[in-house]
DNA sequence: TTTGCCGGGGA
DNA sequence: TCCCCGGCAAA
């Protein structure tokens, strides 16, 4: 059934697949008129031939119809043999009633002892000859058209609102069943498609946002990102390259051209399609790399392997651990495994906004700066490695690295949190040190509280409270 | 133009 | 050592 769907896909786009009851348009243009001449111009059929006339009887009755609008409708006798499409299955049953005016068929369903009701179009005359059809109008092709004259003359006029809704639903079906994550299906930017996966994905939002998206000295990252600072998804097929591709470019088709779906692999991808790939979630924790395929999975992953009910605590204090000790690539590791978590990132710094923490004498321009994490009313945390208080000895006086992070009050998802790690100390050259982007004491406090400026700053120093 | 801050210098 | 400021560079 697979192989027969996809090679009809193949040989037709998705739209020319399109299962739907044909418009008052297209139905002179669509599927109809090759029929005609198979029940007009007679080639030897078995259901041409077959002595049933009723067989006989309804394509002529078809073509006598009055066609108005293009609907052709087939009058049933009472205790005729029909098949009827109920429940997503096709089913045996003989005819009771043919309410012609109403367009209903009243069906006894000999398999499941059961009385039905159903629009004349949803039914066909049983072929005593002829296999058994398979399901009707949604998937069937012209093979299966061929032997079925009198059922592809009722499938294929044209349907009134409501049983075009029901095709409608059963073409989506069908698609569904071909295609797999929503979130491919649809189109990068429909954000109100999007809803149902994000909802799976949202704690990628955080995860992704802890992700070093600029910096080349981390590892260990759960996310594969792009190189951007939006929060990544999890990729798809588990490989950042495929997700560089996928994501990357969302505008562009090719990052499918290796779909590995199943479906395709017995015939050359007639048209690249978006939906054909799996979420998956793969852990990127160093030498781990395990592929889940549900975020609860990967969760339950990390917390069983990688994160131990105290590690995780401890690794969340390593976020105060200098870098390049051992441990620097845990941190971040661990950082997206306390995201995952689902934790607030302000957990990871103690700085739950609202708390002053503001261990540094405002002195200290000469001196180094120790812990420092004012939050002004501008929340802001600003941790400082060279002044941890655990490596409090740091002797160069150079701001080797620091490790900053913004927090609004309430920020959106994708700026939670902001994680950066600076370029590595620089030579203790007189290059000008590049401008951060925190915010400042002349910016936060104004130039006219010049006196609550730290007195770096009042000295047109490098700010001591703020730093980056 | 504003802002951050290095380098230099005066008290 | 404290404090101030010229001036450069980035935003």
Redesign the pocket.
């Known amino acids: 059934m697979a192989s027969v769907l996809s090679r009809r896909l193949g040989k037709r786009s998705l739209l020319g697949a399109r299962v739907l009851g044909p418009s008052a348009s297209d139905a002179p243009s669509g599927i109809t008129p090759p029929l005609e001449p198979l029940l007009e111009g007679a080639p030897p059929r078995p259901f041409l031939t077959s002595e049933d006339t009723s067989c006989q009887e309804q394509p002529k009755e078809v073509l006598k119809a009055p066609s108005t609008a293009g609907l052709q409708q087939v009058a049933f006798q009472p205790g005729q043999k029909v098949h009827v499409w109920h429940r997503a299955q096709e089913c045996t049953g003989l005819v009771e009633q043919h309410s012609w005016t109403e367009d209903q068929v009243t069906v006894w369903l000999l398999d499941q002892k059961l009385q039905i009701s159903c629009r004349a179009e949803e039914v066909w005359l049983a072929d005593p000859q002829g296999p058994a059809p398979q399901a009707p109008a949604p998937a069937l092709g012209a093979q299966a058209l061929a032997y079925r004259p009198v059922s592809r003359n009722i499938d294929v006029p044209k349907r009134k609102s409501d049983a075009v809704e029901m095709d409608e639903m059963m073409a989506a079906m069908v698609l569904t069943s071909l295609s797999c994550s929503p979130v491919v299906q649809s189109p990068p930017g429909a954000e109100a498609n999007f809803s149902a996966a994000r909802a799976a994905c949202d704690p990628w939002k955080e995860s992704g946002d802890v992700s070093d998206s600029g910096s080349s000295t981390t590892s260990g990252h759960w996310s594969g990102s792009s190189g951007v600072s939006t929060p990544s998804p999890p990729h798809p097929q588990a490989s950042p390259k495929y997700l560089g591709d996928a994501f990357g470019s969302p505008q562009t088709d090719h990052g499918f051209e290796t779909d590995p779906d199943p479906f395709l692999l017995d015939e050359p991808a007639p048209r690249k399609r978006k939906n054909s790939v799996k979420v998956m979630y793969k852990c990127l924790w160093p030498n781990c790399g395990k592929v889940v395929r549900s975020i609860v999975g990967i969760k339950r992953h990390i917390k069983a392997l990688h994160l131990g009910p105290r590690e995780g605590f401890q690794g969340r204090g390593l976020l105060r651990t200098p870098p390049g000790i051992p441990g620097h690539g845990r941190k971040d590791a661990l950082v997206h495994a306390a995201a995952v978590d689902g934790l607030p990132s302000g957990a990871l710094s103690k700085s739950a906004p609202g708390s002053f923490w503001h261990i540094q004498a405002d ?1 200290a321009y ?1 001196a180094l700066p120790s812990f420092q994490v004012p939050v002004s009313p501008h929340i802001y945390t600003s941790v400082s490695w060279a002044a941890a208080p655990s490596t409090a000895c740091s002797l160069s006086p150079v701001r080797s690295r620091s490790l900053s992070f913004s927090e609004p009050q309430q920020p959106p998802p994708a700026m939670k949190s902001h994680l950066i790690v600076t370029s590595p100390p620089r030579a203790q ?8 982007e ?6 936060v406090y104004g ?1 006219e509280h010049r006196d609550q400026w730290c ?9 001591q409270r ?1 730093l ?1």
Do not use: E, M, P
């Open positions: 002195h000469q050259s007189s290059a000008r040190k590049a401008r951060g925190a915010k400042k004491c002349r910016k130039i007195t770096a700053c009042r000295w047109k120093k490098a700010c703020f980056d």
